[in-house]
């Protein structure tokens, strides 16, 4: 079996991944507490900028063409719902409007859930 090698830009999607889950948990744990929302928007800022610098020339983020264009196309349709639904969730939380604070903060965990998996499976799962 052969190992897929990961990308620099796929690791930082991981790892920024990891950091918002850790952030969204905080959240819902203490009710949308300031670390929390740095947290949350910190794996967003990280997410976006490796989504959208490689448009402005930067090449070492830059990933490969390789897999599924169709699942590439819909994982990024999806990272752009995840970005909006966070959005939507800190401008209620801006309003200390709480209870949909945390069901938007649920609605982006599972959109970029199901986006890190079909972007996953779309570059890495087989192809038959």
């Known amino acids: 079996m052969k190992l897929a090698k990961l990308h620099a830009a796929e690791w930082l999607y991981g ?5 918002y889950l850790f952030g969204s948990s905080l959240a819902h744990i203490e009710n949308g507490t300031e670390l929390s929302l740095w947290l949350m928007t910190f794996a967003i800022t990280i997410t976006v900028a490796t989504t959208l610098l490689p448009l402005a020339g930067i090449r070492w983020l830059r990933l490969e063409p390789q897999g599924s264009r169709w699942g590439y196309w819909i ?35 599972l959109l970029w859930a199901v986006w890190l998996l079909v972007f996953s499976y779309s570059r890495h799962g087989r192809s038959s």
């Open 15 to 19: 790892l920024s991944f990891l950091l």
């Open 75 to 109: 994982a990024m349709l999806i990272q752009v719902g995840s970005w909006t639904s966070f959005t939507w969730g800190m401008f209620f939380r801006l309003g200390r409007n709480m209870t949909p604070f945390h069901t938007w903060i649920i609605i982006t965990t």
